[in-house]
């Protein structure tokens, strides 16, 4: 059956002349899971998902979002990344890693079946994807492309116990790469070493970003949602509650962080004060990622992860961005 | 009103919109909100606006709550419990736990503060269903202990609309009186069950337990049964206001293990091994259980209501709070409150921090102890006095008031419902003894003076042992009946109360641990698991055999037990029973090493050994000790009472008889003895000549396996075991010395070395030669 939640006319912080209403991007009802959005230049939108044994790659090119026809027998897919328009990589279920080169997609050998959850890169010789199950039977896995073949790097010896997944990894450049994880984890490379840092939780850290080396961002927990910022000297982590766990985050200025999760969650959330805004519901289902293209759109996409009606529902909104944000 | 709210404000307006949607009738009433109509029932029933299809839903329920799960319905990997009311079980089914169902929390905490849990989502299980105890965790550095909990009125909390407590809320202490409670939040929503509210439904309140506690997997509620609930879950798919927006997230904010996931396990049995319409019906059971109504009020009930509210104790112990039915009167509000260094557990939940806890309600207050989070108080009246932090205050308040007032103040809180279900253990008060020769009733009529003493032996086998009288400092059970409850108190116990032996084997021979003893204990009162021995290279699980029928064993002269000795097998039928001779040349007859040598010396070991209670000293006897290192003066326990306590054990009459089927039982007694099971599992006799239908020698024989390695117990190897007695043998599950079998077939099965030929001549009959022999077994 298809469900159409009504879309409700929800504002955020409303500056004159810009339209900051969320609304449906499409009716992703029938796509499946959505758990990422990326876009290389503001034209073309991805967004990939799908169900757990058929993953799917979308785009929005010409107005319109279609499935990408990959060619390709692929899991669940969750997370996109890129370079441009023809450099795309995306990663997903079972160690599956997809490239785009502009004319073909493409599965390359990921040496790994564990479930990868995130994909970046510092350029297109230097990209990390990280994944793991979070099961017991899971091991957190942390890869790296160096323009030939992925590999898998080894981590180092972990002080948080029984972390069996790494969510995302995003950084500022090639000696200043963040990667988090299950239970607290965040780890750093400094272009030579890979190094854990205590932030101040034990909640899954699922999702960062910045802007730059003292503008970074990591947002998670389950049940509440957590944030944790680095300015560049020390992190500073808070409890958001009663705002609920957040999945996704994305930041275009360096004072405004975009953050979406369970519960329909979509909010902004103040670097320094870390005051946060949230948009009125639209949607009760599960947003996992949110990204700003550069035509200055916000997108934010989902599905109803918390369901047991064994139905893949798929979410996906958007609205403008404001100066300043 | 602005469309773009900031942090909390938009949800907490939105929650006061919810509010007044679900309660705008009684809203629209004039003068104050009248107090809710039918809610009260004793403790244990269903809420009486329980409607004929919920009443089924709660029998039904109530059955899954008192089921024991093993190993082949899904329990474990690890376990703390078999059953669900194994820890919510005083005074009736749905309540509290003594402190022999205290469980651990175990975790990782680290410089930052943080705290990363262990073990099974961070509570530390006791047992595998390999037979060891699980061990500690690596890198486990922080422990803390959990009293059970009772379920008494969740419904109804469950109905309050978040609003309700978050109107109490003063995070920041603006009115100044010291008290700045918070809402714990969960998912976004008001939080309100658990020691530190940290669970928002009792969906997910009860499913973490049967995972964490039991290894019993679940899949969430579907919709379309979370929907029936007693305290409906609204699923609305197409919100087109806020509030019913509001409602339609509440739908989503059911379970706590996280929404849509089950929770699956390694065992080996399908998941989920609980149905959702089992599920259902255990989440509708809980969700049904009435709260106690409130005792009429007397003057002395009056004045300490009085002195409840100088002292302020109402500044957290709210006494009502508004739901959709009127008000209801649970004395808490449901907020987490810092209650200092001295309560503080170092335990992170949500937003609770390690000395947050929430106000647990008070109404049922009196049978439910012990109290606090970790049971350390056994009164209401220490329970106060342990008070600290935010309610310091009304502690030192407390403590300033006059004996009088402060019996005042605690018969009002006994007033708050259940005062008449109060028992000092799990006897209902004024249980009545049942006739001689059944189960619970004396082995023969008793005097009056005689019936005196049993019920007051029976009483003490009963009684919750408090820790300010000297429970542990290490311990098992802090009761006779927390080990020995099946069928019925006196009897045996489920593999959830297995004692742990522990030692080291080299170069074959066994050696007693360094403390001197093998018992490991379950539980300390330190929050710490006592550990085993470092040397521990050998560790075995005992199983609780029954106290019924103790008393038939003690009667046996001495010369019929060994006259069935043949220790150097000289009749040459492969059975080489001994009997086992103590080291003060006393006859050993009681435990699965026979090394208790009476009924007498059994009270003195038990209580001991495993409560940790020091014990007068009686000439001639040598079980047990007279002295402890705890804090509390020695002997803990007097001499009447433990003379009591042998009279009632060694006066229980032996478990009866029950024939379902006689003539198919009688072909089973036959093929019994024909294939050479009366060999050791025989009928003795007393002194009188009577025969004595324990059927067994009372002699230690080896029916180990081969390669079998275990603890040894004075002059009985680590491969010898009593023939353990056999009536009794349907309602003792589970069986041999360790537990291992769940079935008496599986117990035969498990029958090696001097029984191995009876065994086999067992595994030869046919099926309903084999059915016979069972059918007589379990009528025993």
Same mark, same amino acid.
């Given at each position: 059956?298809?469900?159409?939640?009504?879309?409700?006319?929800?504002?955020?912080?409303?500056?004159?002349? %810009?339209?900051?209403?969320?609304?449906?991007?499409?009716?992703?009802?029938?796509?499946?899971?959505?758990?990422?959005?990326?876009?290389?230049?503001?034209?073309?939108?991805?967004?990939?998902?799908?169900?757990?044994?058929?993953?799917?790659?979308?785009?929005?090119?010409?107005?319109?979002?279609?499935?990408?026809?990959?060619?390709?027998?692929?899991?669940?897919?969750?997370?996109?990344?890129?370079?441009?328009?023809?450099?795309?990589?995306?990663?997903?279920?079972?160690?599956?890693?997809?490239?785009?080169?502009?004319?073909?997609?493409?599965?390359?050998?990921?040496?790994?079946?564990?479930?990868?959850?995130?994909?970046?890169? #510092?350029?297109?010789?230097?990209?990390?994807?990280?994944?793991?199950?979070?099961?017991?039977?899971?091991? #957190?896995?942390?890869?790296?492309?160096?323009?030939?073949?992925?590999?898998?790097? &080894?981590?180092?010896?972990?002080?948080?116990?029984?972390?069996?997944?790494?969510?995302?990894?995003?950084?500022?450049?090639?000696?200043?790469?963040?990667?988090?994880?299950?239970?607290?984890?965040?780890?750093?490379?400094?272009?030579?070493?890979?190094?854990?840092?205590?932030?101040?939780?034990?909640?899954?850290?699922?999702?960062?970003?910045?802007?730059?080396?003292?503008?970074?961002?990591?947002?998670?927990?389950?049940?509440?949602?957590?944030?944790? %910022?680095?300015?560049?000297?020390?992190?500073?982590?808070?409890?958001?509650?009663?705002?609920?766990?957040?999945? $996704?985050?994305?930041?275009?200025?360096?004072?405004?962080?975009? %953050?979406?999760?369970?519960?329909?969650?979509?909010?902004?959330?103040?670097? &320094?004060?870390?005051?946060? &805004?949230?948009?009125?519901?639209?949607?009760?289902?599960?947003?996992?990622?949110?990204?700003?293209?550069?035509?200055?759109?916000?997108?934010?996409?989902?599905?109803?992860?918390?369901?047991?009606?064994?139905?893949?529902?798929?979410?996906?909104?958007?609205? *403008?961005?404001?100066?300043?944000? | 009103?602005?469309?773009?709210?900031?942090?909390?404000?938009?949800?907490?307006?939105?929650?006061?919109?919810?509010?007044?949607?679900?309660?705008?009738?009684?809203?629209?009433?004039?003068?104050?909100?009248?107090?809710?109509?039918?809610?009260?029932?004793?403790?244990?029933?269903?809420?009486?606006?329980?409607?004929?299809?919920?009443?089924?839903?709660?029998?039904?329920?109530?059955?899954?709550?008192?089921?024991?799960?093993?190993?082949?319905?899904?329990?474990?990997?690890?376990?703390?419990?078999?059953?669900?009311?194994?820890?919510?079980?005083?005074?009736?089914?749905?309540?509290?736990?003594?402190?022999?169902?205290?469980?651990?929390?175990?975790?990782?905490?680290?410089?930052?503060?943080?705290?990363?849990?262990?073990?099974?989502?961070?509570?530390?299980? *006791?047992?595998?269903?390999?037979?060891?105890?699980?061990?500690?965790?690596?890198?486990?550095?922080?422990?803390?202990?959990?009293?059970?909990?009772?379920?008494?009125?969740?419904?109804?909390?469950?109905?309050?609309?978040?609003?309700?407590?978050?109107?109490?809320?003063?995070?920041?202490?603006?009115?100044? /009186?010291?008290?700045?409670?918070?809402?714990?939040?969960?998912?976004?929503?008001?939080?309100?069950?658990?020691?530190?509210?940290?669970?928002?439904?009792?969906?997910?309140?009860?499913?973490?337990?049967?995972?964490?506690?039991?290894?019993?997997?679940?899949?969430?509620?579907?919709?379309?049964?979370?929907?029936?609930?007693?305290?409906?879950?609204?699923?609305?798919?197409?919100?087109?206001?806020?509030?019913?927006?509001?409602?339609?997230?509440?739908?989503?904010?059911?379970?706590?293990?996280?929404?849509?996931?089950? !929770?699956?396990?390694? /065992?080996?049995?399908?998941?989920?091994?609980?149905?959702?319409?089992?599920?259902?019906?255990?989440?509708?059971?809980?969700?049904?259980?009435?709260?106690?109504?409130?005792?009429?009020?007397?003057?002395?009930?009056?004045?300490?209501?009085?002195?409840?509210?100088?002292?302020?104790?109402?500044?957290?112990?709210?006494?009502?709070?508004?739901?959709?039915?009127?008000?209801?009167?649970?004395?808490?509000?449901?907020? +987490?409150?810092?209650?200092?260094?001295?309560?503080?557990?170092?335990?992170?939940?949500?937003?609770?921090?390690?000395?947050?806890?929430?106000?647990?309600?008070?109404?049922?207050?009196?049978?439910?102890?012990?109290?606090?989070?970790?049971?350390?108080?056994?009164?209401?009246?220490?329970?106060?006095?342990?008070?600290?932090?935010?309610?310091?205050?009304?502690?030192?308040?407390?403590? #300033?008031?006059?004996? !009088?007032?402060?019996? *005042?103040?605690?018969?009002?809180?006994?007033?708050?419902?259940?005062?008449?279900?109060?028992?000092?253990?799990?006897?209902?008060?004024?249980?009545?003894?049942?006739?001689?020769?059944?189960?619970?009733?004396?082995?023969?009529?008793?005097?009056?003076?005689?019936?005196?003493?049993?019920?007051?032996?029976?009483?003490?086998?009963?009684?919750?042992?408090?820790?300010?009288?000297?429970?542990?400092?290490?311990?098992?059970?802090?009761?006779?009946?927390?080990?020995?409850?099946?069928?019925?108190?006196?009897?045996?116990?489920?593999?959830?109360?297995?004692?742990?032996?522990?030692?080291?084997?080299?170069? $074959?021979?066994?050696?007693?641990?360094?403390?001197?003893?093998?018992?490991?204990?379950?539980?300390?009162?330190?929050?710490?698991?006592?550990?085993?021995?470092?040397?521990?290279?050998?560790?075995?699980?005992?199983? !609780?055999?029954?106290?019924?029928?103790?008393?038939?064993?003690?009667?046996?002269?001495?010369? %019929?037990?060994?006259?069935? &000795?043949?220790?150097?097998?000289?009749?040459?039928?492969?059975?080489?029973?001994?009997?086992?001779?103590?080291?003060?040349?006393?006859?050993?007859?009681?435990?699965?090493?026979?090394?208790?040598?009476?009924?007498?010396?059994?009270?003195? /070991?038990?209580?001991?050994?495993?409560?940790?209670?020091?014990?007068?000293? *009686?000439? $001639?006897?040598?079980?047990?000790?007279?002295?402890? @290192?705890?804090?509390?003066?020695?002997?803990?326990?007097?001499?009447?009472?433990?003379?009591?306590?042998?009279?009632? +054990?060694?006066?229980?009459?032996?478990?009866?008889?029950?024939?379902?089927?006689?003539?198919?039982? /009688?072909?089973?007694?036959?093929?019994?003895?024909? +294939?050479?099971?009366?060999?050791?599992?025989?009928?003795?006799? @007393?002194?009188?000549?009577?025969?004595?239908?324990?059927?067994?020698?009372?002699?230690?024989?080896?029916?180990?396996?081969?390669?079998?390695?275990?603890?040894?117990?004075?002059?009985?190897?680590?491969?010898?075991?009593?023939?353990?007695?056999?009536?009794?043998?349907?309602?003792?599950?589970?069986?041999?010395?360790?537990?291992?079998?769940?079935?008496?077939?599986?117990?035969?099965?498990?029958?090696?070395?001097?029984?191995?030929?009876?065994?086999?001549?067992?595994?030869?009959?046919?099926?309903?030669?084999?059915? #016979?022999?069972?059918?007589?077994?379990?009528?025993?």
């Amino acid at each position: 059956m298809t469900r159409l939640l009504p879309v409700l006319a929800l504002l955020v912080a409303c500056p004159p002349g %810009v339209d900051t209403t969320w609304d449906p991007a499409y009716d992703a009802t029938d796509t499946g899971w959505l758990l990422s959005t990326w876009s290389p230049d503001g034209d073309v939108r991805y967004a990939v998902g799908g169900q757990p044994e058929a993953g799917v790659v979308m785009s929005d090119a010409g107005g319109e979002w279609a499935p990408v026809d990959t060619g390709l027998d692929v899991p669940l897919l969750n997370w996109v990344y890129g370079f441009g328009p023809d450099d795309l990589w995306v990663v997903g279920n079972g160690g599956t890693i997809l490239h785009w080169d502009g004319s073909a997609w493409s599965a390359i050998e990921s040496s790994t079946t564990e479930d990868l959850w995130g994909v970046w890169g #510092a350029s297109p010789s230097d990209i990390w994807a990280v994944g793991g199950s979070g099961f017991p039977e899971a091991t #957190a896995t942390l890869l790296h492309y160096d323009g030939a073949a992925w590999a898998t790097v &080894e981590l180092p010896t972990l002080e948080r116990p029984g972390v069996r997944a790494l969510f995302k990894v995003w950084g500022t450049g090639a000696d200043d790469v963040f990667i988090v994880g299950q239970r607290g984890t965040l780890l750093r490379w400094d272009g030579s070493t890979l190094r854990e840092e205590l932030v101040g939780t034990s909640d899954d850290l699922i999702s960062v970003w910045g802007t730059g080396p003292d503008r970074v961002a990591v947002v998670g927990g389950r049940s509440n949602g957590v944030i944790s %910022v680095w300015d560049g000297t020390e992190w500073r982590t808070q409890s958001l509650s009663p705002l609920p766990g957040l999945n $996704g985050i994305w930041m275009g200025d360096r004072d405004t962080i975009h %953050v979406v999760g369970i519960e329909g969650t979509i909010a902004t959330v103040d670097f &320094e004060s870390l005051e946060y &805004e949230e948009a009125l519901p639209a949607t009760f289902e599960t947003f996992h990622a949110v990204f700003g293209d550069a035509s200055r759109r916000l997108t934010a996409v989902g599905g109803n992860f918390a369901s047991s009606s064994g139905e893949y529902v798929g979410i996906a909104y958007e609205r *403008q961005l404001a100066g300043g944000e | 009103m602005s469309e773009s709210l900031t942090n909390d404000s938009w949800r907490v307006a939105s929650r006061l919109a919810l509010a007044s949607v679900l309660m705008g009738a009684l809203a629209a009433c004039p003068g104050d909100p009248k107090p809710a109509e039918g809610i009260y029932a004793p403790m244990g029933e269903p809420i009486p606006s329980a409607t004929p299809e919920q009443l089924e839903t709660f029998a039904r329920g109530e059955e899954v709550a008192t089921r024991r799960f093993s190993p082949t319905d899904g329990l474990g990997p690890t376990f703390n419990v078999t059953f669900c009311a194994a820890c919510h079980e005083k005074p009736v089914f749905g309540g509290a736990g003594a402190h022999y169902r205290d469980f651990l929390l175990v975790g990782q905490t680290f410089p930052d503060g943080s705290r990363v849990e262990l073990g099974v989502n961070g509570v530390l299980d *006791q047992f595998h269903v390999d037979g060891s105890r699980v061990p500690t965790p690596e890198g486990a550095n922080h422990f803390a202990t959990r009293n059970p909990i009772p379920f008494f009125g969740v419904g109804l909390i469950a109905e309050l609309p978040d609003e309700a407590i978050l109107a109490n809320a003063d995070p920041a202490d603006r009115d100044g /009186d010291g008290i700045s409670g918070r809402p714990n939040y969960e998912r976004g929503f008001v939080a309100r069950f658990g020691r530190k509210s940290q669970t928002l439904s009792i969906e997910g309140f009860l499913r973490g337990p049967l995972f964490n506690h039991l290894g019993i997997t679940t899949d969430p509620l579907p919709p379309e049964l979370a929907a029936a609930l007693p305290v409906p879950v609204e699923v609305v798919e197409e919100p087109a206001s806020r509030g019913d927006a509001l409602i339609g997230r509440r739908s989503d904010a059911q379970a706590t293990i996280p929404p849509g996931v089950r !929770t699956t396990d390694d /065992d080996g049995v399908p998941d989920p091994e609980l149905s959702v319409e089992d599920l259902y019906d255990l989440v509708s059971w809980a969700m049904l259980l009435a709260p106690p109504e409130p005792d009429e009020p007397t003057a002395e009930t009056e004045a300490g209501h009085l002195l409840f509210e100088e002292a302020n104790c109402s500044g957290c112990h709210v006494e009502s709070l508004k739901g959709p039915r009127g008000l209801i009167f649970p004395y808490s509000d449901f907020l +987490i409150h810092d209650m200092g260094p001295e309560l503080a557990d170092g335990i992170l939940m949500l937003d609770a921090t390690g000395s947050e806890f929430r106000t647990q309600p008070l109404w049922g207050v009196s049978p439910v102890g012990p109290y606090l989070h970790d049971g350390r108080a056994d009164s209401l009246d220490d329970a106060i006095r342990m008070h600290g932090g935010e309610a310091q205050a009304a502690a030192d308040a407390y403590a #300033a008031m006059s004996e !009088t007032e402060r019996g *005042q103040l605690v018969a009002f809180l006994e007033s708050l419902g259940g005062a008449d279900q109060h028992s000092d253990g799990l006897l209902p008060p004024d249980a009545a003894v049942p006739p001689a020769g059944e189960y619970g009733g004396p082995r023969r009529e008793l005097t009056a003076d005689e019936m005196a003493e049993y019920e007051l032996g029976r009483a003490v086998f009963d009684r919750d042992f408090p820790i300010t009288e000297g429970l542990g400092p290490s311990f098992n059970g802090d009761s006779c009946r927390a080990c020995h409850f099946d069928p019925i108190i006196g009897g045996a116990g489920p593999s959830d109360v297995d004692v742990s032996r522990h030692g080291s084997i080299v170069d $074959g021979v066994f050696e007693i641990p360094s403390t001197g003893t093998t018992m490991a204990h379950r539980h300390a009162l330190d929050s710490v698991r006592p550990a085993f021995d470092a040397d521990t290279n050998v560790t075995e699980l005992r199983q !609780t055999p029954t106290t019924l029928g103790l008393g038939a064993i003690d009667d046996i002269p001495e010369s %019929v037990i060994l006259a069935n &000795e043949d220790p150097n097998d000289l009749d040459a039928d492969g059975i080489s029973g001994r009997a086992h001779i103590l080291g003060d040349g006393r006859l050993g007859r009681f435990g699965w090493k026979a090394n208790v040598p009476s009924v007498i010396e059994f009270v003195r /070991d038990g209580l001991t050994n495993e409560m940790g209670v020091t014990l007068p000293p *009686q000439e $001639g006897l040598t079980f047990g000790a007279t002295s402890d @290192d705890d804090e509390w003066a020695d002997p803990e326990i007097d001499l009447a009472s433990m003379e009591a306590l042998g009279f009632f +054990i060694a006066m229980q009459a032996p478990p009866p008889r029950a024939h379902e089927n006689p003539t198919m039982e /009688d072909v089973g007694e036959a093929t019994f003895g024909t +294939i050479g099971c009366t060999d050791c599992h025989m009928v003795l006799e @007393d002194s009188s000549g009577a025969p004595v239908p324990l059927y067994s020698d009372i002699l230690l024989h080896d029916v180990a396996e081969e390669g079998a390695f275990g603890i040894a117990d004075g002059d009985a190897g680590f491969r010898e075991f009593r023939t353990a007695p056999l009536w009794g043998l349907a309602t003792s599950a589970p069986y041999m010395h360790d537990g291992r079998a769940e079935t008496v077939e599986e117990a035969i099965a498990a029958h090696a070395g001097e029984a191995l030929g009876s065994r086999q001549a067992y595994e030869a009959l046919d099926a309903s030669a084999r059915e #016979a022999l069972i059918a007589f077994l379990r009528s025993l």
